[in-house]
């Protein structure tokens, strides 16, 4: 154990209050993978960039192979990637991805159908610029998640249906496909893609649900589109967290209210940013972009090691919550692989260094990574002494 192996693992067991301080069980975290320690708990998935996918980025896409039995598309599957103009579809990328997913045995993610970005204007519109008509809205919903997920049927396996509906306050986002179509716009996504495939699950997708007064609106959209009838199969909770935000007790929360509901729970954009925030409150709202300062980008260098550490501990922290709800959770997916990739380099603030995940730029295992592991080894050898 090198170093930094050896300071995430007293920081892991000093956090978890495990009793623990001599050879642990499945001590040498290194030399399993997370797709292997968690093999019995949840599937372990990465989002994926072309590079990655189709293996232009041999390094990466080695990682990817060796780390992650699911994948997600960052970008390729957003309507605009993949339909950017009305009957022109861009199906290359998509089938790469899929290919990949399939050549390496990984559980397939589709991301996302229904969603306020990342959706060109055209979709909104009717004749002579003016708004569409719900009728016309529902038809080109109906005619884009029918082409896309149908072109997949069987082979992507789980579906973010719509994603980001609901406001901070609760109440449903005033989107174009509120207020075009109406309230049951969720509903009829969810059918449509139902009827596309219905072996696929298919899942809510949302950022801050940690949240109550978000998480209870989507509870809420959730039981009613239950009671509807409408096969919902899972919530996605996308966690783009903070170091210290939400809270251990609010993430831990979030995942049981919404288990109780009989639906699947699923980590699905899983990063931790380390840098100084702009924003008054945690939001992962796309469109946010803050006027880059030099004290919001104070680790161009490297991060330092306390911080190094203080990463480790919160991701320790959050898989030691999963593992306890392993029953609920079924996958938890990074958004990206290696620190280089992240969106949070540019977002909320553009061309910054950030260091959300588990490898470095150079693809190494950083100290969380080592953190994880052990917390799957610790809860093993747990497990075993029961
Ligand atoms: C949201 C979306 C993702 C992605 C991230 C930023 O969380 O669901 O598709 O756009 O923002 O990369």
Redesign the pocket.
């Known amino acids: 154990m090198n170093g930094r192996y050896c300071l995430a693992r007293l920081v892991t067991i000093i956090l978890l209050g495990l009793d623990c301080m001599g050879p642990c069980p499945g001590a040498g975290p290194a030399e399993t993978t997370l797709q292997d320690a968690f093999k019995a708990d949840f599937l372990i998935g990465a989002a994926l960039n072309p590079s990655q996918f189709s293996e232009q980025n041999k390094m990466q896409a080695a990682l990817v192979k060796a780390q992650f039995n699911s994948i997600s598309p ?2 390729i599957l ?1 309507w605009s990637s993949i339909h950017p103009a009305p009957g022109r579809f861009n199906f290359g990328p998509a089938d790469r991805y899929v290919e990949f997913g399939e050549a390496n045995r990984m559980v397939i993610v589709g ?2 159908l229904v ?1 306020h ?2 959706t060109p204007k055209w979709v909104f519109e009717g004749a002579n610029g003016q708004p569409a008509t719900r009728d016309e809205l529902l038809a080109r919903m109906k005619e884009h998640i029918f082409t896309v997920v149908g072109r997949y049927r069987g082979r992507i396996k789980a579906w973010d249906v719509v ?2 509906a609901v406001e901070a306050d609760g109440s449903l986002r005033a989107s174009p496909w509120l207020k075009i179509i109406g309230d049951d716009f969720l509903e009829k996504a969810f059918q449509f893609a139902q009827e596309a495939d219905p072996a696929a699950e298919l899942i809510y ?1 949302d ?1 801050s649900l940690e949240n109550p007064a978000k998480r209870a609106g989507a509870l809420r959209l959730i039981k009613s589109l239950q009671a509807a009838g409408v096969k919902i199969s899972g919530v996605g909770l ?1 966690s ?1 967290h903070r170091l210290d935000k939400p809270s251990a007790e609010q993430v831990e929360a979030t995942i049981t209210d919404f288990a109780k509901l009989g639906v699947k729970v699923m980590i699905t ?1 899983l990063d931790v940013d380390v840098l100084p925030s702009p924003q008054k409150s945690l939001s ?1 709202e ?1 469109s946010q972009n803050f006027q880059a300062e030099d004290r919001l980008n104070p680790y161009t260098a490297g991060l330092p090691d306390a911080l190094q550490a203080k990463l480790a501990a919160r991701y320790a922290k959050l898989f030691g919550i999963y593992l306890r709800h392993r029953d609920a959770i079924t996958r938890v997916t990074f ?1 990206n692989v290696t620190d280089a990739d992240s ?1 949070l380099n540019s ?1 909320p603030v553009r061309g910054r260094t950030n260091y959300p995940l588990l490898f470095d730029r150079q693809g190494q295992p950083k100290p969380a990574f080592a953190a994880v592991l052990q917390v799957a080894a610790l809860a093993k050898s747990a497990d075993g002494e029961k």
């Open positions: 960052e970008n957003k991301h996302t969603w970005q990342q994603n980001e997708n950022y996308q783009h954009e992962a796309v958004w969106w977002f």
